[in-house]
């Protein structure tokens, strides 16, 4: 499991990496806020994120990037406040399998759409990593 030491107040346009920056649990490390996924290995990824707002119609996407690759992978979260006035519903989950039979990979949790976003709260994100057979 991976976490933020501090609140996320810079870095949140797109493309920008949430920046984990501590191993809570298991064996795997990271590198400038990239988890580093070693070969010959499937993984699940998810991600839980809590963002705060500037505006009560913002929002934001986070998706998985795969760095090695240069493409995102998996599925979108959609994450909005509750006093946002457009009838979208919340996805915050971020999801996604990637096999490493190529070779090791690196991979990060990036913001892939904006509106808005004041911070990501450190107290109440996460991102899972768990190797599957």
């Known amino acids: ?6 609140n996320q107040t810079a870095g949140l346009a797109i493309n920008s990496p949430i920046r984990f920056d501590m191993v809570a649990a298991g064996n795997l490390t990271l590198a400038t806020y990239s ?3 070693p070969e010959n290995r499937t993984f699940r990824l998810t991600s839980g994120l809590s963002f705060s707002f500037s505006s009560n ?4 996407q986070t998706c998985w ?3 090695t690759a240069g493409q995102y992978v998996g599925v979108t979260s959609q994450h909005i406040p509750p006093t946002n006035t457009t009838p979208w519903s919340q996805q ?3 999801h996604a399998v990637i096999g490493t039979a190529d070779g090791a990979r690196s991979v990060q949790l990036r ?3 904006a509106s808005s976003p004041n911070g990501v709260f450190a107290a109440w994100s996460f ?3 768990i190797e599957i057979v």
């Open 65 to 67: 990037y795969d760095v």
């Open 35 to 37: 988890i580093q996924l």
């Open 57 to 60: 119609n913002g929002s934001v």
């Open 127 to 129: 991102a899972e990593v």
């Open 92 to 94: 915050p989950v971020a």
């Open 1 to 6: 499991m991976f976490r933020l030491s501090a």
């Open 111 to 113: 913001i892939s759409a």
